[in-house]
């Protein structure tokens, strides 16, 4: 898939919200699951939410469900996380994948493409 890059990032006080886009160009953006991963300074990258192809099925980590929302917008070749209540524990640099498969596991090295990342990082 062509380039993925991830924008929306900032510094944010601990109950405020953020939301992240992720733009791919290309036509075939509507035949790849999307997922958003972060990593934190000294952590291993993890889940944090996903998308199926056509939006209909989502998934999520038990730690932001309730506080964000995964979408897309397969017209504009966008993928959007919308975060509310934001806690210090989010702060991390945050990327979007994406895999030509159905399914939107929660494991990194299922998705062969990835954006450089933009940071987050929630004040106290």
């Known amino acids: 898939q062509a380039p993925l890059v991830e924008s929306g990032g900032g510094l944010v006080q601990a109950g405020g919200s953020l939301r992240l886009s992720c733009t791919a160009s290309g036509r075939t953006f509507s035949n790849f699951a999307m997922a958003w991963f972060r990593q934190a300074p000294g952590k291993e990258r993890e889940f944090v939410a996903g998308?199926?192809?056509?939006?209909?099925?989502?998934n999520y980590a038990d730690s932001v469900k309730g506080r964000f929302t995964i979408s897309r917008d397969n017209s504009k070749n966008m993928l959007y996380l919308q975060m509310n209540a934001l806690r210090p524990e989010d702060t991390a640099v945050y990327y979007c994948a994406s895999r030509l498969s159905t399914g939107v596991p929660g494991t990194p090295r299922m998705y062969p493409y990835w954006g450089q990342g933009t940071q987050v990082t929630v004040s106290s």
């Open positions: 998308v199926t192809w056509s939006g209909g099925t989502t």
